[in-house]
């Protein structure tokens, strides 16, 4: 079982420069922790992402880092030009030593593709040429593909990644034909729906993986959870009533101001029980039987937390990630 990290990168109080260390210096404790992963989501023009460009960050990650592996969950495919990211990919994976984890999705927010020119009708075929070419890039030397959105002729790729054929590949997923379409192309995954659709995708995947690729070990089918542990029940509680608000409005921040706060769907709130819900909080000595139960029923076998949101303070992130450190991870 590993453990892995997800961030949205969720805009505080504090000033930006201030922010970005406080967030190296958790990240260094991921590290040390023995965390998998760390997954970065890409947001624009909106509190809820403060690294809109996910390579800009994951170099200092790179550096900041010796064991953690890191990557983009996801890079919103639309919004690149395929040779730059390409390029950018390589030069991340060798600053890191071969470190780097890639996950592509068309972009999760039609208002952000608009800002950029972008056509959300288009963003899934766009995201699945986008795909098939950078992948291309990664393991050719020379690069010539024509497609319906793209299209090169010859172009040499002078910088290469150091994993071989290339780095691991992620991708987000929310429905059963998603899942479908990430097993076929043997890519690892991450949920964060509630329970009996997380398990929908899991139930498709697993199906389809086998169908393909008979008894080869599954990848890495993650679940996405907010996580805030403290010393009691209470503590840990008064952190996420606190914290989760802040959080969501910076999820609704852009639906809010164009009017359509009705599709603000977000993850339900961070609740002390041991209910179907898509976070959890309380004393790390009973979270692991929660996070069990839900790994159980999902049909998933990597947890992802969300362990640093909304106003949430350096120490207090500190202290929730060591007991689920030394408490919950060796339980699981």
């Known amino acids: 079982m590993d453990f892995g990290i997800f961030d949205h990168l969720d805009r505080t109080d504090a000033p930006l420069h201030e922010y970005y260390e406080a967030r190296l210096k958790l990240i260094e404790l991921y590290d040390s922790a023995g965390f998998y992963a760390y997954h970065l989501a890409e947001h624009h023009s909106t509190p809820l992402g403060m690294a809109p460009s996910p390579s800009v960050f994951l170099a200092a990650v790179a550096q900041r880092t010796r064991r953690l592996r890191f990557g983009p969950m996801v890079y ?59 992948l291309k890039g990664l393991t050719e030397k020379t690069l010539s593909f024509t497609g319906e959105h793209f299209r090169f002729d010859k172009v040499p790729m002078e910088i290469a990644p150091l994993q071989k054929p290339h780095p691991p590949v992620w991708y987000g997923v929310h429905s059963p034909e998603a899942a479908e379409r990430a097993a076929r192309k043997g890519l690892h995954t991450v949920s964060l729906d509630p329970p009996a659709e997380t398990k929908l995708c899991s139930e498709r995947y697993r199906a389809v993986w ?55 769907s977000a993850p339900g709130g961070l609740r002390h029980a041991d209910g179907a819900r898509p976070g959890f909080c309380g004393r790390a000595g009973k979270r692991h039987r929660w996070l069990r139960d839900q790994l159980a029923e999902t049909g998933t076998n990597y947890v992802v937390g969300q362990f640093a949101f909304g106003d949430l303070t350096f120490e207090e992130c500190r202290r929730s990630v060591a007991l689920f450190a030394s408490e919950v991870m060796p339980k699981l």
């Open 210 to 264: 086998r169908e393909t690729r008979d008894d080869a070990p599954v990848p890495k089918l993650g679940l996405g959870r907010f996580i805030v542990v403290a010393d009691t029940d209470a503590a840990a509680l008064a952190l996420a009533r606190r914290a989760y608000p802040k959080w969501h409005d910076s999820f609704t921040f852009l639906f809010r101001m164009h009017g359509a706060i009705a599709a603000a």
């Open 76 to 134: 919103a495919l639309p919004l690149y030009h395929p040779l730059r990211l390409i390029e950018e990919i390589c030069m991340l994976d060798q600053l890191s030593g071969g470190r780097l984890e890639i996950g592509f999705g068309r972009g999760s927010s039609p208002v952000e593709l608009a800002y950029y020119g972008q056509d959300a009708k288009t963003a899934q075929a766009i995201y699945a040429e986008g795909l098939e070419l950078v």
